[in-house]
């Protein structure tokens, strides 16, 4: 089938996405990469929803126990992996007892609280977790201590959205931990994960008005 059949309900979300993006400093000229498209397997064209902030696909890694509504969002991009350091590939460490098991387990929860002290004592509640090739950006453990302290969490944010997500929000990317700190978070009303026909996805809108003009598309 082609588009066209559907130009009723994709004609008026595309010509509201470029008047939500445009900037009339600027008249003859509108960056269309301003207007990001999310698509989400399942649904039909009729579901497609313009969104006025960002949308992510992935619904929030709640494993845990983790919140899936924020109000008064404070979002922090990292670029750093949540979970303990792995050893270089050439090396081994050899376990003979117990007791070396458990010292290990103690190191490996203390490591990762305090990072998680940390980034909670800057006011974040919402943080999105570039995806890690090197390891897994986060695990089990930090996922516990993170919906411990009241923080939603989105994995696996491409490279490629970091750009746009922080235009969006006003955030920085953080690259390591010692650089987390409350001026490099971004800020929105609203971080909710809603459902829809596909499964879940999460929201986040309500932003500062002097933060980029950007808009997003959900289709299904």
């Known amino acids: 089938m082609g588009v066209s059949q559907y130009s009723d309900t994709l004609a008026p979300i595309a010509v509201k996405a470029v008047q939500g993006v445009y900037n009339p400093a600027i008249p003859d000229n509108v960056d269309l990469r301003n207007v990001r498209v999310v698509c989400k397997k399942g649904g039909t064209i009729d579901d497609t929803e313009l969104i006025d902030g960002i949308v992510f696909s992935q619904k929030a890694a709640n494993a845990a126990g983790g919140p899936t509504r924020i109000e008064n969002a404070k979002v922090g991009l990292i670029q750093f992996q949540l979970s303990a350091p792995k050893t270089d590939m050439e090396n081994q460490v050899i376990v003979q007892d117990h007791a070396q098991m ?3 387990a ?17 006011g974040c509640n919402v943080l999105l977790v570039q995806k890690s090739i ?3 950006a986060v695990n089990v453990l930090s996922l516990h201590y993170l919906a411990k302290k009241g923080i939603t969490v989105v994995i696996d944010i491409e490279r490629d959205e970091v750009e746009f997500i922080c235009k969006s929000l006003g955030c920085r990317p953080i690259a390591s931990i010692d650089r987390f700190c ?7 009303d609203l971080a909710v994960e809603v459902p829809v026909s596909s499964g879940r996805i999460l929201k986040i809108t309500g932003r500062k008005k002097y933060l980029g003009r950007t808009m997003s598309i959900l289709v299904s």
Do not use: F, P, Q, W
């Open 102 to 104: 458990d010292r290990l």
């Open 106 to 122: 103690r190191d490996e929860r203390k490591y990762i609280l305090k990072m998680v002290k940390k980034i909670a004592a800057t």
């Open 134 to 136: 090197l390891r897994d």
């Open 182 to 188: 409350k001026e490099n978070l971004g800020s929105a």
